[in-house]
Nanobody, 119 residues
Framework: QVQLVESGGGLVQPGGSLRLSCAAS????????MGWYRQGPGKQRESVAT???????NYAGSVKGRFTISRDNAKNTVYLQMNSLKPEDTAVYYC?????????????WGQGTQVTVSS
């Protein structure tokens, strides 16, 4: 049973930065591609960024150049560094392992972490 625990969200002003963390357990983390997703108010959940087991990354167009996904296999953790945040980035952010080479999630969702961008 894979467990995913997201953290690091909060309230930030437009233009600010946050770093989200996702700790995974119950899986051989280093072999898994991982992804970050978000669900804004009244919106469907969408893929934000993915990273393969070898470190290859992919981003949604709306966050490219502002967000960076990374992973630390020794800590079974994937990160999302978010810079130049905009009000439209407000959402609950989730992580999940993904089918390699895609953004198709493989497990049940965790509780997510709330990110609110507002002045």
């Amino acid at each position: 049973q894979v467990q995913l625990v997201e953290s690091g969200g909060g309230l930030v002003q437009p233009g600010g930065s946050l770093r989200l963390s996702c700790a995974a357990s119950g899986t051989i983390f280093s072999r898994n591609a991982m992804g970050w997703y978000r669900q804004g108010p009244g919106k469907q959940r969408e893929s934000v960024a993915t990273i393969t087991s070898s470190g290859r990354t992919n981003y949604a167009g709306s966050v490219k150049g502002r967000f960076t996904i990374s992973r630390d296999n020794a800590k079974n953790t994937v990160y999302l560094q978010m810079n130049s945040l905009k009000p439209e980035d407000t959402a609950v952010y989730y992580c999940n392992s993904v089918l390699g080479g895609t953004n198709i999630p493989l497990n049940s969702w965790g509780q997510g972490t709330q990110v609110t961008v507002s002045s």
